[in-house]
């Protein structure tokens, strides 16, 4: 069965440092699709960036960036210049070739300022 | 007015009722999710729908029932609730089949769910 691990449930940073967030994935497919989804205190769930598995360059959207490990089946993002309003609980996605969605469970991000 | 609507927002029950939880949406999508939250577990799938005809259990389906009205509609019911059904419920949607270019989930605003 495809699972998804997020094994850091909190973490902090000081506003404007980086920080990365871990994700490791667990599946037999060759083809699928990853995410980053964003969910702040108005609980309203963010696309933050996808990568698709055939690409091996690693996707970008502003400050945040990916690093795919597809060999180790790792999906880590990473958040640079952090501001305050970063601060959210991010989840880690995996879709597979049957399009099920599978999310972690999660990792809460604080800014400190 | 958000792609993917869900009603209500927030609802308080009883133990022992029946409750259904509706969500429509405006993407014209196929697929069609719910996902239970719950604090330290994720979101954890329920039903997922690829069309009217076709409905499947994802892991945590004892307890539910859906309905996939239409293509835009698609509901979710408790038929007797109980307590360990409070969470935060989320409709989703996505566009098939894998290789299209928009892969993502689309979700609703959530439904918070007390079961009292």
């Known amino acids: 069965a495809q699972t998804v691990t997020q094994s850091q449930p909190e973490m902090s940073v000081q506003e404007a440092e980086t920080v990365t967030l871990s994700c490791t994935y667990d599946?037999?497919?060759?083809?699928?699709?990853l995410f980053w989804y964003k969910q702040p205190p108005s609980r309203q769930m963010i696309l933050v960036i996808r990568?698709?598995?055939?690409?091996?360059q690693n996707a970008t959207e502003n400050r945040f960036s990916v690093n795919f490990q597809k060999a180790a089946k790792s999906f880590s993002l990473k958040i640079s210049d952090s501001q305050l309003g970063d601060a959210a609980m991010y989840f880690c996605?995996?879709?597979?070739?049957?399009?099920?969605?599978?999310f972690g469970k999660g990792t809460r991000l604080h800014i400190l300022p | 007015d958000a792609d993917v609507t869900q009603t209500p927002r927030n609802r308080i029950t009883k133990t022992g009722k029946r409750i259904m939880l509706e969500c429509s949406q405006t993407?014209?999508?196929?697929?069609m999710y719910w996902y239970r939250q719950d604090p330290g577990l994720g979101l954890r799938l329920i039903y997922y729908?690829?069309?009217?005809?076709?409905?499947n259990k994802g892991e945590i389906s004892d307890g539910y029932s859906v309905s996939r009205q239409a293509q835009a509609k698609f509901s979710l019911s408790l038929e007797s609730a109980i307590p360990n059904q409070t969470a935060l419920y989320f409709c989703?949607?996505?566009?098939?089949?894998?290789?299209?270019?928009?892969?993502?989930?689309?979700f609703g605003q959530g439904t918070r769910l007390t079961v009292v």
């Open positions: 993407k014209g999508h196929d697929r």
């Open positions: 599946t037999s497919e060759s083809d699928y699709y």
């Open positions: 989703a949607t996505s566009e098939g089949p894998l290789d299209r270019a928009n892969t993502e989930a689309f």
């Open positions: 729908s690829f069309d009217v005809k076709d409905i």
């Open positions: 996605a995996y879709r597979r070739r049957d399009d099920k969605i599978i």
């Open positions: 990568q698709e598995a055939y690409k091996q």
